[in-house]
């Protein structure tokens, strides 16, 4: 079990728990937007760190975990050493100083390389062919970009021609998301750190930090016979797993998501979903969470959609969220012996993010 604040119910103050081994399910997690998701969201990680030896993939759009591997001042000083002792990876995206957020083209499934490059098996026959046979072909390169565009450029066939123009064209060359022949955040995520925070708000085009979610989910999902656990944590998780994908990355991004969501926990894959309305989620993902947390929610409809979809959340419990105050959360479903409300502890790490303040 793992400490995650008081009870707000009981008459004494009462330890409110999780059941850790129960992150063997996937969690949705729901609060309007301020209700305090990301903080509390934090406090169970942080607890998951100390508690458990669960591998956490963190996909991180805000930059609101990048410093959870900075105790804050006054924690205890035996849980501060050993968090500081817990193997955290921090990669950044953009101008932030730190390791890198970079990922393989060849990682991605092939569904997704043809979403990215917005190719049709038919209607672009030919360069979709390349496509297709480029992954024996580049494995034998050498690793850069010049090297990729000569390889197109140098050979004497149409397909390949349209397929490096169309490259240049979408400016998908030019990414800051790619790791060419380095060292990838796939490679990382291969050794199970205990933590592997993905920021993804830095980068130049809006392309990049789906792109780099789906190279690592689709490395996951390609690698799952190995059976090796991760909770793999969505902030803002209507971005990834869109209920309305409106492009092909984005489909193949929801696709993925749900596949995960359907089929994953029999490899150790699951999934906590973040977000401040159930409607933005993809159905087919929400469906599929057997916890459920809480925060404050004012709409009457998203109240109800929750209480259709996670009907082992108690209708009086659900219906006191309106007046939830910061930090206070409901927690229902299997990693908690009973339906209660929480308030959630302090923080040990700091938090990330870049909520500008007001002058003064
Ligand atoms: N339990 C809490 N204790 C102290 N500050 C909190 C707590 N929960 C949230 N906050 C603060 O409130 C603001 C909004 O919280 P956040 O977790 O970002 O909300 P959300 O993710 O739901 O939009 C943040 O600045 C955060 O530091
Ligand atoms: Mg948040």
Known sequence: MIQIGQSVDAVDPTAAQLDARRFNRHTFWCGQSGSGKTYALGVVLEQLLLGTRLPLIILD???????????????????????????????RSGDAPGERL????????????????????????????????LEEEVTAL??????????????????????????????ILDWDVWAWGGSSTEDIVDTRPRATVMDLSGFRSHWEPKVAALAVLDHLWATREQRQPALIVIDEAHNLCTAEPLTPVDAALTERIIQIAAEGRKYGL?????????????????????????????????????????????????????????????????FVPEASVVQIAGRLTQEGGSDVAVPM
Not at 63 to 86: C, W
Not at 162 to 169: G, I, V
């Open 61 to 91: 759009p805000n930059a609101d975990f990048v410093r959870m591997n900075e105790v804050r001042a006054g924690v205890d000083p035996v849980v501060a050493a050993q968090l500081k002792d817990t193997d955290v990876r921090i990669l």
């Open 102 to 133: 970079l990922v393989r083209f060849l990682d991605l499934g092939l569904r997704s390389k043809a979403a990215v490059l917005r190719l049709d098996p038919l209607l672009d026959a030919e360069e979709y062919n390349v496509l297709l046979h």
């Open 270 to 334: 699951w999934l906590l979903l973040s977000t401040q309305r159930p409607s933005k989620i993809h159905p087919n993902a929400l469906s599929q969470c057997d916890n459920l947390a809480l925060m404050k929610m004012s709409s009457p409809h998203d109240l109800a959609e929750l209480a259709d979809y996670f009907g082992y959340a108690p209708a009086d419990l659900l219906a006191r969220s309106p007046y939830f105050t910061q930090g206070q959360a409901l927690f229902a479903g299997g």
């Open 142 to 171: 050498s690793r850069n970009q010049q090297s990729l565009a000569q390889h197109l450029r140098s050979a004497d066939d149409p397909g390949r021609r349209k397929l490096l123009l169309r490259l240049e064209n979408l400016g």
